[in-house]
């Protein structure tokens, strides 16, 4: 890391070298270790067509494909690329929170039936599919709607979707745009979680930061909520590499330092193509949780049944938008590519749900399985200093197979049991290879970017119930 | 001879095969990421035929394994065997016939999202072939 010059608090450069049009910019504490590669790959990033003033590293940062996760790019529209590498293959990995009206209070008097229920109602859909069967024609809609097509067809309340990024539905969605093998894919998987570190948690407000902008949230201590984290399944997965695959074979990878960082320029045919399949797989994630959401409707209002669930927000966490900023002093509308991290925008953007404007952006930051998750804000900082972007989650630090050689499923799950966490799981191996320990410490993330004044630290959630694919 | 064995990545899959000829590192460079999801004995209740089309071994492989993962979730297919495979090595194509089983019958424990050109490598050794490949799960 000798070549990382120290410009501020959490704040280094990567300085430009060789062929790089612009530094990199890196946000992290000294406790943290970097994976060299890691860091190769922000430096990768920032030798592509069209980048704006730094490529960009966040705290959680670690090895992704050609992209770092914890990645962060802006590109010049004229001059820019659109890159698969820069969303990842999983298009709009991405976590909502739901608000409840119970307390811990009630969760612990049923702590065990809500885990089965919510366990039987919400499949991971690993090797198993959906229970939920849709036409190609319906999915089709569902690609062009997002989560305003679920509410429409009446799985759920239209405060939902307005209460979720792009208002659960990105415009330039084009059904069209996505292979038949992806649709294939996909088809039966509307409506499950996934696996690897996606989940389903159960989760009291643990402590207020922040009263004020608490309140106008809608939290409390003491108080119930239930995060979904997952993306667009297979469907999303297969229009990433019908893409990479068009973009080889249309520009190469000769003038690249990496053959994942492949791209099409913004403005070409296949650019357009790429954003359209793109959003309509990232259309496919948010009527993905809009379906789990009214399951867990369903399921809690059973349990509960004066229980009022509400749609706290959704964040995208694998995505590429067209945003406003300001480059060089001057409004500029940018393509900014967020991978393995959030929008984090200050008060008063009109992308923000009116009811939260004034405060700014909920920023939603799961923990890894069993630990505390976070609920920020954004702030107009984090416009200045990382294209409103912020971190995503705690950041791997170990290989799944480094974990299953020193964990096992059974003392996972009974060490959480013992915390008074209720855990199920598809599969014992999952949990091994999920063990909190295997990622980066959550507070040092949340300390970095509240320090360097992206976001600030409104409440902590702990985990009452935990479902995992 | 060892038919693969799983290397260290921190997030994702990385594995190496191995094979007295490239048919059967390509079989087992399959047999491999099958095995990421689910360890153990898989039962040959159905069967596809599959063949795929490439522009060099490294694209032919990840267009082979991707034709798996494509039956995976759009068949509930999950891989026992394979057998008859064929590489026509100069037009880079391949033709087998794939055996296994519906996916519910397993539990299966992770979710394989994508083959990668991450480091990925075919190569013809001495007395043997190699291939490597992440997998992004």
């Known amino acids: 890391m000798k070549k990382l010059k120290k410009i501020a608090e959490h704040t280094y450069e990567l300085p430009k070298e060789g062929k790089m049009k612009v530094p990199g910019r890196i946000f992290i504490s000294d406790k943290m270790v970097i994976e060299e590669d890691a860091l190769k790959q922000v430096a990768n990033v920032a030798h592509l067509q069209g980048i704006l003033d730094y490529s960009i590293g966040l705290a959680d940062m670690h090895v992704g494909y050609g992209f770092p996760i914890g990645g962060v790019a802006a590109f010049n529209l004229k001059k820019g690329v659109i890159s698969p590498g820069g969303v990842g293959y999983d298009i709009n990995c991405s976590v909502r929170l739901l608000k409840t009206s119970l307390t811990k209070k009630d969760i612990l008097k049923k702590q065990k039936e809500v885990m089965e229920a919510l366990y039987r109602k919400v499949p991971s859909g690993l090797g198993r599919g959906s229970k939920f069967q849709i036409t190609k024609e319906e999915l089709k809609k569902v690609l062009k709607g997002g989560a305003k097509y679920m509410v429409e067809k009446g799985y759920g309340v239209k405060e939902d979707y307005l209460h979720t990024e792009e208002e659960g539905c990105m415009e330039k969605a084009d059904a069209e745009k996505v292979s038949e093998r992806a649709i294939k894919r996909g088809i039966g998987q509307l409506g499950t979680l996934g696996a690897g570190n996606h989940f389903l948690e159960v989760q009291y407000v643990d402590e207020i930061f922040d009263e004020k902008i608490a309140k106008v949230f809608g939290l409390k201590k003491d108080q119930v909520t239930i995060m979904i984290h997952c993306g667009s399944r297979g469907l999303g997965h297969q229009v990433a590499s019908d893409y990479i695959k068009k973009m080889e074979e249309k520009y190469g990878f000769k003038n690249l330092p990496d053959r994942e960082l492949i791209n099409a320029p913004i403005t070409s045919q296949l650019g357009k193509e790429y954003f359209s399949a793109m959003s309509a797989a990232a259309n496919f994630a948010f009527a993905n949780k809009q379906l789990i959401t009214h399951w867990i409707r369903e399921e809690i209002k059973y349990l509960f049944p004066n229980a009022k669930i509400d749609v706290l927000y959704d964040v995208c966490h694998n995505i590429a938008k067209f945003e406003e900023n300001i480059i060089n002093g001057k409004k500029e509308i940018i393509c900014i590519h967020r991978k393995g991290a959030t929008r984090s925008f200050g008060p008063g953007r009109k992308e923000i749900p009116k009811d939260y404007r004034k405060v700014g952006q909920p920023v939603l930051i799961p923990g890894s399985m069993g630990t505390s998750s976070y609920l920020l804000v954004g702030t107009k900082k984090a416009e200045e200093l990382t294209f409103g972007s912020t971190v995503h989650g705690a950041g791997r630090v170990q290989s799944r197979s480094s974990a299953l050689k020193k964990f096992q499923g059974e003392k996972v799950k009974a060490e959480l049991t013992s915390k008074g966490i209720e855990v199920k799981s598809g599969s014992l191996k999952s949990l091994a290879e999920e063990s909190p320990q295997v990622y980066k410490d959550i507070e040092e993330v949340i300390k970095v970017v509240c320090d360097i004044g992206i976001n600030k630290k409104i409440a902590r959630l702990k985990p009452l119930v935990v479902i995992k694919g | ?137």
């Open chain 2, 1 to 137: 001879m060892k038919k693969f064995k799983f290397l260290e990545h921190t997030a994702d899959i990385k594995f190496q095969a191995f094979g007295k000829n490239i048919e059967e590192a390509f079989e087992n460079s399959a047999l491999a990421m099958f095995t990421s999801m689910f360890e153990g004995k898989v039962n040959k209740k159905k069967s596809f035929k599959i063949n795929v089309k490439g522009k060099d071994f490294e694209n032919l492989l990840y267009n082979f394994l991707e034709e798996l993962l494509f039956l995976f979730d759009s068949e509930k297919f999950f891989l026992a065997n394979i057998k008859n495979i064929k590489i026509d090595k100069e037009n880079f194509k391949l033709d087998a016939e794939v055996f296994g089983d519906d996916t519910e019958n397993y539990e299966i424990h992770l979710d394989v999202k994508a083959i990668t050109y991450n480091e990925m490598f075919v190569k013809e050794k001495k007395d043997n072939w190699v291939t490597q490949v992440v997998l992004d799960v």
